[in-house]
């Protein structure tokens, strides 16, 4: 049970784990925070959150628990923000989609002394962003990566492990290089495909009728290109190096396959088509 916690950007990662924990009778209140005093109105009438705050050194002042859940390119600023506010024995924790940067900006600001920081990541999401979209089953049987770093007080990692378990999620831990490496190849480089596939075909001469003629699985496939343009550009910048290290690989693949469809080399398409079809069936 959190006695107080403070929700830093209560968007749908934010508010979904207000929901969440609230329905689990986990936490005694909420205060909300953020820039927009409006959205913060619209989460107290929602029932997301109890009380709001927009400035961050109030908000966190008499927390137990501080969650910032705002875009990575956000929390260097709300790191400077909360320094020197927090009360003894409260913990920090971010949900932020790549760790490297993030713990780095925590570095800078906290000095390196951050042994209340538990770095963390929920592997759930939507394409929709904002309070509205917030709901307290997307946490449900999902995995939450935590990258506790070697200053990280255990007790501190552990109230964020229950945390998110009250929240309905499978915790578990990884180093940051590994998480941002992973997060690469299976989020962050899904993401920019969809944005690019879309966008090549919405800059063609015959977009409209393209786009008439788009079914179920261009649907499926490019669903994420509907995400939030500012949280995914502070994702590709946050993680660059792993990103770009896959885009290069998959550049490469990619290649080979336009070579073998223009040989018609039929051995090389169907070994592909196979082993990724297998790998779908059996791992998705
Ligand atoms: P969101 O719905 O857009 O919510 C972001 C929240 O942050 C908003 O409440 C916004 O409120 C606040 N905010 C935005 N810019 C800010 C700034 N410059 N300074 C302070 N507050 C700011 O986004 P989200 O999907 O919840 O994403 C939040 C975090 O979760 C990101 O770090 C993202 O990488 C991570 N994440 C996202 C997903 C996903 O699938 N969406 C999955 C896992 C993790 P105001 O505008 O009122 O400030």
Redo the contacts with the bound molecule.
Sequence with gaps: MISRLCM?????????LCRALKAAGAVGSIVGC???PM??ERAVELGVIDSFETDIAKAVSDADVIVV???????P??FAAIKGHLKPGAVLT?????KGSVVLAAREVFGGDESYFVPG???????????E??FAELFNEQRVILTPLEVTDPAATQVIHKMWQAAGAEVISLSVEHHDEVLAATSHLPHVIAYALVDTLARMHERREMFQFAAGGFRDFTRIAS??P??WH??CLANKDALLDMIRRFSMDLADLAKAIEDEDSATIKATFNRAKQARDQYC
């Design positions: 830093i950007g209560v968007g749908l990662i934010g508010g979904s953020g820039r927009d959205q913060l859940a705002v875009p990575v390119g956000a929390m600023a709300v971010d949900v932020g989609s790549a990541h929920p592997i759930a999401g939507t394409e929709k962003n904002g309070v979209a917030s995400s939030d500012q949280m502070d994702i």
